[in-house]
């Protein structure tokens, strides 16, 4: 755990702080698909992902999903920030989209910590301006994409994400991140198929090029 720490966030962090983070932290294993944290769950702790992807969704009242965005390894959750730092309840469901490993951080070394070390204070601003901008990136999507190239980035950011051609998401899986229908996402993934870019099989889809 310790090498993986350093190797995330040594970079980023004081020696001072990273001990700290040693002594403090839980470490966490958490297997692909687990959900992390649940819509209106007290936040408890924060993570620090030091391995692995997350992905982070949201909830209309009808109980559909909506994918907002993925955490990778030296990232943190703007959203659950929010949430320690007021003591509400979460406003997002957090799922692993690979096996992860976390750091969990105790809520009450939040402020501590933001006073005491500069280079936290900045790891907090920038997780905020980062995360802010992937929820824009993703409301322009919607506002302003048609669903087949809503797909196209979709199945382009997975690739980047996961670093694998073989998406493991059934067509329900992908409609449901994509707040749409099943039968939309299979339409227009047989034409991607049809256009040679992509191969569709029973629970998995292999990119060819995109």
């Known amino acids: 755990m310790h090498q993986n720490l350093k190797e995330s966030y040594g970079y980023l962090f004081e020696d001072a702080l990273i001990e700290e983070i040693i002594q403090i932290g839980t470490f ?7 959900q992390i944290m649940n819509i209106g769950q007290y936040i408890r702790s924060m993570p620090l992902l030091i391995n692995g992807a997350i992905k982070i969704l949201r909830e209309d009242s009808n109980g559909d999903e909506l994918l907002l965005y993925f955490l990778e390894k030296g990232d943190t959750c703007a959203m659950t920030l929010s949430c320690c730092l007021g003591t509400a309840k979460s406003e997002i469901r957090a799922v692993a989209e690979l096996d992860a490993e976390l750091i969990m951080i105790p809520i009450q070394k939040m402020e501590e910590w933001t006073t005491k ?8 601003f920038n997780s905020y301006h980062n995360r802010l901008m992937e929820m824009l990136t993703t409301i322009d999507s919607i506002a302003f994409m048609k669903m087949d190239e809503r797909l196209l980035k979709y199945l382009q950011d ?6 694998e051609v073989i998406i493991k998401s059934t067509h329900q899986e992908i409609a449901y991140e994509l707040h749409t229908s099943r039968v939309v996402i299979s339409r227009l993934l047989k034409k991607l198929e049809n256009q040679g ?8 889809i ?3 090029s995109l």
């Open 197 to 204: 870019k992509i191969l569709l099989y029973r629970n998995y």
């Open 28 to 34: 966490k294993e958490v297997k692909e698909g687990v």
């Open 206 to 208: 292999k990119i060819i």
């Open 117 to 124: 070390y500069k280079s936290w204070r900045n790891f907090i």
């Open 158 to 163: 997975k690739i980047k994400i996961t670093k």
